[in-house]
């Protein structure tokens, strides 16, 4: 699936992973479906970024809808709000920046 939103392209494929793994080469490995977050007319993918994430992250959401289009709508949330897909800083982080 294909779609641009808001000046971006999202972009949903499945893959192997056979073409990312030299030992893989020549075995089927388990399909996972992608999606890709592209800028569509400006940038090198880092300004404005681009993005990808894996089918998984479609549990942490509570879309509806399939698979697809759920992780589409992960990919919309990225691009209205990517404040959703910052991690908090771990604990052990903090306990440096504080200098003990």
Known sequence: MRINYKGYRIHTWI???TNHAQMLKGKKGPERLYVDIDPIEAG?????????????????FQFSGTET?????????????PAHFVAPPSPIAAGF???W
């Open 15 to 17: 893959d192997d992973d």
């Open 44 to 60: 090198d993918g880092r300004h404005p970024s681009s993005k990808r994430f894996m089918g998984d992250i479609v549990k942490k």
């Open 69 to 81: 289009e759920q992780l589409v709508q992960v990919a919309q949330l990225w691009i209205d709000d």
């Open 97 to 99: 920046k504080s200098g």
